[in-house]
């Protein structure tokens, strides 16, 4: 069985989401899920109708809330409280690779052929 999101043609595998929900989903898919349901909790549903009313696919949704999700750890781990703290921590820019590769595996890498 192919992953029921559209356009995904990787196997997928049954699963039962936070909420007892049945999904048929690959592993990439199901984690953006489960990132989804957080971000859902955390921004309200206020927020996720105004998306959907723009018309904005559900994978454009739980991308923004997966890639939130990061830039929050990041600051989090960092302890990033203020503008300051970004240029004068030094763990920020030695962490700042890893971040950003994070960010890449959400959005993806630029074609250079």
Not at 10 to 37: F, I, P, Q, S
Not at 47 to 54: C, I, R, S, V
Not at 88 to 106: A, K, P, R
């Amino acid at each position: 069985m192919t992953c029921q999101i559209s356009n995904c043609k990787e196997e997928a595998t049954h699963k039962v989401d936070d909420n007892g929900v049945d999904v048929y989903m690959c592993d990439k898919h199901y984690k953006l899920h489960l990132a989804w349901l957080e971000g859902y909790k955390e921004i309200g549903r206020r927020f996720l109708f105004e998306m959907t009313e723009t018309n904005v696919s559900e994978e454009r949704v739980v991308e923004a809330l997966v890639l939130r999700a990061i830039v929050k750890k990041f600051i989090e781990d960092n302890n990033i409280n203020c503008a300051e703290a970004v240029w004068q921590t030094d763990c920020v820019s030695e962490n700042s690779l890893e971040f950003i590769e994070s960010l890449c595996d959400v959005v993806g890498y630029c074609d250079i052929n």
